[in-house]
């Protein structure tokens, strides 16, 4: 495909692997995550945006709409978002060519050092396999290192075909709980643990990252249990702890949607602390961050 | 020379004074003996001509002047300060005119010594140069000029042997033969040549010189022969080299006064001023790392020992870093040592070498004179020993008032500028007039000095190239280059007012020239969506390629303009040669400039500051830090050889191993792309509101301004505020 669609792209960041990368944000996933801080990836194709606090009430995009701004008539036409001023109506997605994100990447090259490099992130990205079989090679021509930020809940076949081209998997773990994780992220985590399984020995490097969420998965018994299973299926690599944070409110304002988290607190750094201390002292053989 | 504990202590001692002069030091302090001295001293020298009265003068005041000591001084130097009294205030007012200086003393900042004489021969063989020199001329102004010389020599020879004697009264006897040494022959030890250069430093910047912002140089280059040497013969350790270069930075911090000569607003609750403290807040500058005119790097073991005893609190000296090609790669340890300084928001920047080198080229400065650049205060290239300043600043170009002229020009004849192209000739004929202008007033002003050669002196005549060589001053005849500086301010703003108009105006037609210009002078009211679409006009900082470009180009044709211009109109075989250097310099003059600004096409609002110096203006930078470095990258630096950017970061964001690895990658990366400068800020924008509210419990909070760091609540609130604005819209 020569195409994809991206939600956003973020250069010099800081958290997306190793080292200053320049993440992409592909569109759509399969994962309906409850506490998703980028909820406007989920869908499939792009949505509209829509900041009022950014609005400063010109009318613009009404005298342009051809269906008088109704959501309902919405076809997603572009006329508003281009009309507005002040970037009060936004598309969450943009296609974008491989050369497109290629220059950008290439511009921000200098900037990598010795670890940093390219993620391909969302959303989940292994939905836009053909996109990533076309452009990952295409960054290792020009030595850039490359990272695939995935929810692992995709045919381990797929995974294959970007094998040789990924430098870093960066692999969300969210619950041990089959229950659990099927009500707070709406799929079942059976093809997650195969993956995981597959990628513990797939011979690249993987991270496993784990979003610790208040009143989900915050508890030593919850880490443990990831540690466990990583353990178990002989994973050696880097595991990292995520807190919770509720910097995507915004966006599910923008999006009409109502955001379950809006009064959960960010776990505490001595709690993280805890956690990680405790991950560490159980399981040796994982590097935990 | 110390057991380890006892370096400690003396480390901590020396640590807290300095720190403690930074902080708190009362900013009523003066040096009434100074002002005392150099009094009695006018008296008796009133019928001298110049060159002798200052000669004959600064003997008397060093012949005289107290010699304080403290038990932990292992460099000797310093000046007895004083809170006056009653009777001491209305003495200090009644000579505070010329700094408490008597009429011949015009001593001022912005030089650059040539330090390699005083290390290679000493200030006995520079005083033998100078004698020698005397006898072989008849001239009657060469040889008064020449006599004055040699009494300045004398005067610091008998400084140091004055503070030598004094300090093996005192018992601190290694000291005291370090300085005896001194004044005996040429620094043979690392010690000697520390000594040497503070005894001279000391002198001129609390003593003689108002606004003393002199450049310290190159000093790994300087002492590392002597270092290397010492550190063989087993006569000195690494610690013990560490300790003296410790006290050494200490000194520097203990003779300045409290405040900020911009950005106090002259309030002497606040502020010292330059009155009572010479040395006020003036930045001194020491040179790290680059490369030997051979062409080989310095990143030897001294150089990372200069960097390491940086305290990151100290105002004093500005470490400037030279980044050679490639230094990051080459030298990624100390790399990021320098960057791990950095992000603690020390009182350092780095330069890019080989910019600098490219720009003094263009101007035609000779290429071994261009290779041995070093910086001064504030944020300049300077060829040390060899170059006379005339305008430091007079030709600071505000590029926006002559364009916002043109547009209302185009619009009295009835039309729209056709491209931006046309914008482009019509500035760049408008700025041939202000060339021309600086060209000719600093060719008058070199003849005029050239006028009378040898009736002048100054400290920096004793420490110059070819001063003593040719019985001339400094001003005159004494110095190879005479220079001025054509700043180009805020030119990012400029670059966006006119990406703004190419944008809206010209190509896309979505606000009539006309239009545009009431909207100005309406300052945007009631004109939301228009004041909208400015705004989202591109921005340099953002890496936006239309205004890359458009820095890009302007900045090509100006400088291009500026050295066809000064080529064109003075005479590289001429003595001492013309040279017009080029820089992107506002220090704080962006903030007066904005509030004496209307409205203008980027959407930013009347009296709103504008851009600083090389940086772009505050809140463009909206797609992150190695965007709008990128952005930066597009100017080419090596027409310009100077150019202030202030990054403001978060201190959270780099923390740790990982986080200074990132640091360092980024920054790396932009000198390797061609960028100019950078300087770190390294605060939270809560904690400066938070200081706001409490000065008290925030007296040790510092600032990166323009090359120089400042206590934040020593500044007005204005600059307080302005401060505040930079770290929360860009970190």
Not at chain 1, 66 to 89: F, Q, S, V
Not at chain 2, 32 to 39: D, V
Not at chain 2, 574 to 580: D, K, V, Y
Request: aromatic content about 8%.
């Amino acid at each position: 495909m020569d195409t994809a669609i991206l939600t956003n792209v973020q250069r010099g960041s800081l958290h997306d692997g190793p080292g200053v990368r320049t993440t992409f944000f592909f569109q759509g996933c399969n994962l309906h995550c409850t506490w998703c801080h980028n909820p406007e990836t989920i869908p499939p194709e792009p949505v509209l945006m829509r900041y009022a606090n950014r609005c400063i009430g010109c009318r613009i995009c009404k005298d342009v709409c051809m269906n008088g701004l109704r959501k309902e008539d919405c076809t997603l036409c572009g006329a508003c978002t281009e009309a507005c001023p002040a970037e009060a109506r936004v598309f969450s997605g943009t296609r974008r060519t491989a050369e497109e994100l290629l220059d950008i990447a290439l511009r921000e090259q200098r900037f990598y050092g010795t670890d940093g490099g390219v993620t391909c992130s969302g959303g989940e990205p292994m939905l836009q396999i053909e996109f990533l079989e076309r452009f990952l090679p295409m960054l290792k021509e020009h030595g850039i290192r490359t990272a695939v930020d995935t929810a692992g809940c995709i045919p381990w076949t797929q995974y294959e075909r970007i094998l040789p081209y990924t430098d870093l998997f960066l692999m969300d773990y969210k619950l041990a709980d089959e229950r659990k994780h099927k009500e707070y992220t709406g799929v079942s985590r059976t093809r997650i643990a195969e993956n995981l399984r597959k990628f513990a020995d797939c011979g690249r490097e993987v991270w496993i990252r784990m979003p610790i969420i208040p009143g989900v998965n915050d508890t030593a018994e919850d880490v443990c249990a990831a540690g466990r299973e990583l353990s178990d299926i002989g994973f050696r690599g880097t595991v990292e702890l995520l807190p919770f944070h509720r910097l995507g409110q915004g966006k599910y304002d923008a999006l009409g949607l109502n955001y379950r988290f809006a009064d959960t607190q960010p776990p505490s750094k001595e709690h993280m602390e805890k956690l990680k201390h405790t991950l560490r002292s159980q399981f040796d053989t994982l590097n935990v961050k | 020379m110390k057991t380890c504990g006892s370096m400690n202590n003396h480390a901590g001692l020396m640590t807290d004074e300095a720190l403690w002069a930074l902080t708190m030091k009362p900013v009523q302090t003066t040096t009434l003996e100074r002002i005392r001295l150099f009094h009695e001293a006018d008296e008796r020298v009133k019928e001298l001509p110049q060159p002798l009265q200052y000669g004959n003068g600064l003997k008397y005041v060093l012949e005289t002047i107290t010699l304080p000591l403290k038990e932990h001084d292992l460099i000797l130097g310093r000046v007895s300060e004083e809170v006056p009294d009653e009777e001491g205030e209305a003495f200090f007012r009644k000579y505070e005119a010329n700094s408490g200086r008597p009429s011949w003393i015009h001593d001022g900042g912005h030089r650059s010594f040539w330090w390699n004489d005083l290390i290679e021969i000493g200030l006995p063989g520079l005083r033998e140069r100078a004698a020698r020199e005397l006898e072989r001329r008849t001239d009657p102004a060469e040889r008064t000029y020449l006599e004055g010389a040699v009494c300045i020599y004398d005067a610091l020879l008998t400084y140091g042997k004055r503070y030598a004697e004094a300090a093996r009264a005192a018992g601190l006897t290694e000291a005291a033969d370090v300085c005896q040494a001194v004044t005996e022959h040429e620094p043979r030890t690392f010690r000697e040549g520390l000594q040497a250069m503070w005894l001279v430093i000391l002198v001129y910047c609390a003593l003689l010189a108002a606004n003393p912002t002199l450049a310290f140089g190159r000093m790994d280059l300087l002492l590392e022969n002597l270092y290397e040497r010492d550190i063989a013969s087993g006569t000195l350790t690494r610690d013990e080299a560490q300790l003296l270069i410790l006290d050494f930075y200490c000194k520097n911090n203990l003779i300045m006064g409290r405040g900020e000569h911009q950005l106090s607003g002259n309030d002497p609750t606040v502020s010292t001023g330059w009155a009572r403290c010479l040395c006020y807040d003036a930045p001194q500058y020491l040179v790290l790392a680059g490369r030997r005119p051979d062409g080989s790097e310095i990143a030897g073991d001294l150089t990372r020992l200069f960097a390491e005893t940086i305290v990151p609190r100290f105002k004093n000296p500005v470490i400037v870093v030279h980044y050679s090609p490639d230094f990051q790669t080459k030298h990624p340890d100390l790399w990021k040592l320098f960057v791990d300084k950095m992000r603690q928001s020390s009182s350092m920047m780095v330069y890019n070498e080989e910019d600098c080198i490219r720009s003094l080229l263009r101007s035609g400065v000779d290429p071994e004179d261009a290779k041995n650049f070093e910086h001064f205060g504030c944020n300049h290239p300077c060829m040390p020993g060899l170059e006379r300043h005339h305008e430091f600043y007079g030709a600071r170009i505000g590029l926006i008032a002559p364009f916002l002229d043109y547009l209302k020009s185009c619009a009295a004849e009835g039309r729209e500028p056709e491209s931006a192209e046309e914008i482009y000739q019509a500035l760049n004929t408008w700025l041939e007039g202000e060339i021309l202008g600086l060209i000719n007033r600093t060719k008058a002003a070199r003849d005029r000095f050239l006028a009378n050669p040898s009736g002048w002196i100054e400290l920096t005549d004793c420490f110059w190239r070819d001063t003593i060589k040719n019985a001339q001053s400094f001003d005159s005849g004494g110095s190879k280059y005479f220079c001025s500086n054509f700043h180009f301010s805020s030119y990012a703003s400029f670059v966006d007012c006119v990406t703004a108009v190419d944008e809206l105006v010209i190509r896309k037609k979505k606000i009539p020239l006309k239009r545009m210009l009431t909207l100005l002078e309406t300052n945007f009211e009631n004109a939301p969506v228009e004041l909208a679409l400015c705004r989202r006009a591109p921005k340099l900082g953002s890496d936006d390629p239309a205004a890359n470009l458009h820095a890009n180009r302007l900045l090509t044709l100006f400088t291009d303009t500026v050295n066809r211009l000064a080529a064109e109109n003075t005479d590289p075989a001429e003595h001492p040669r013309i040279i017009i250097r080029q820089s992107m310099e506002s220090d704080n003059h962006h903030i007066a400039a904005g509030r004496a600004l209307g409205a203008t096409p980027d959407g930013r609002l009347a009296g709103v500051p504008l851009s600083q110096n090389v940086a772009p203006a505050v809140g463009s930078s909206v797609n992150g830090l190695t965007a709008r470095l990128s952005s930066m990258a597009s100017i080419p630096f090596d027409r310009i050889c100077a150019g202030a950017q202030n990054v403001s970061i978060q201190p959270r964001a780099f923390a740790g191993d990982e986080g200074l690895g990132k640091l360092a990658a980024i920054l790396g990366g932009y000198f390797d792309m061609g960028g100019l400068q950078i300087q770190i800020s390294a605060v939270d924008a809560e904690d400066l509101r938070a200081a706001q509210k409490d000065p008290n419990a925030y007296r040790d909070l510092t600032v990166r301004i323009t090359g120089y760091s400042a206590v934040f609540v020593d500044m007005v609130k204005s600059a307080q505020d302005e401060i505040i604005r930079r770290e929360e819209m860009d970190a």
